[in-house]
């Protein structure tokens, strides 16, 4: 089935932000007609492959569907090209845990009300709970004039202050999310982007 003229796809990736997951790969070039693609999955559970959403399609790329959304699976996925009759081998990529190997964007964050002595912050979590789900927000803070000493503050709920600031002073603070699963495992997002405001006089 397989065949040495036609080269299998290369940089096949697994990329997964917010337990959105997707696999991609480079395109195989060749002198004519049209290379499509074929995806399939496995399971740890269930050592056989099955199709994906993605038979022969010319993207080069693939999203998980809806029956790969748990998030403690462990799935491999593999992809060849097919041109005509002719069929690359196959490249599988490493086994892949969305619960370990997911990227945890930052938190949107919603409003900030200033007043004297603090900022009440109210944010979004990047992604959908799950029941067993805990997530705590690691807020760091500082006053921007003496950026080397940092407050650091745990939180859990979305809505959360910053309290015994000094009055007209900026102050800048980052926000990143920790997951704590059933399975006792800690994922710590990325940090936002710091975002600084003055407090107001009294």
Not at 33 to 59: P, Q, S
Request: hydrophobic content about 35%; overall charge neutral; charged content about 25%.
């Amino acid at each position: 089935e397989s065949s040495t003229h036609l080269p299998a796809p290369k940089d096949v990736m697994i990329y997964s932000r917010n337990f959105q997951s997707l696999l991609r790969w480079s395109p195989v070039k060749v002198d004519r007609g049209l290379v499509l693609y074929t995806v399939h999955f496995k399971t740890g559970a269930f050592n056989h492959w099955d199709e994906m959403n993605c038979t022969r399609i010319n993207e080069t790329k693939c999203r998980f569907p809806w029956s790969l959304k748990e998030r403690r699976w462990t799935v491999v996925l593999r992809v060849r090209a097919e041109l005509e009759q002719v069929a690359s081998d196959w490249v599988e990529t490493h086994p892949f845990v969305a619960e370990r190997n997911t990227t945890i964007e930052p938190p949107k964050v919603n409003s900030v009300i200033v007043s004297s002595d603090s900022l009440l912050i109210s944010v979004t979590p990047p992604f959908e709970f799950e029941a067993g789900d805990s997530l705590q927000y690691h807020v760091s803070y500082w006053e921007n004039a003496t950026s080397t000493t940092k407050k650091e503050t745990k939180i859990s709920n979305t809505l959360f202050k910053i309290g015994n600031l000094k009055e007209l002073t900026l102050y800048c603070f980052r926000i990143q999310v920790e997951l704590m699963t059933h399975s006792d495992l800690q994922l710590l997002g990325l940090q936002s982007v710091p975002e600084c405001y003055r407090t107001t006089i009294s």
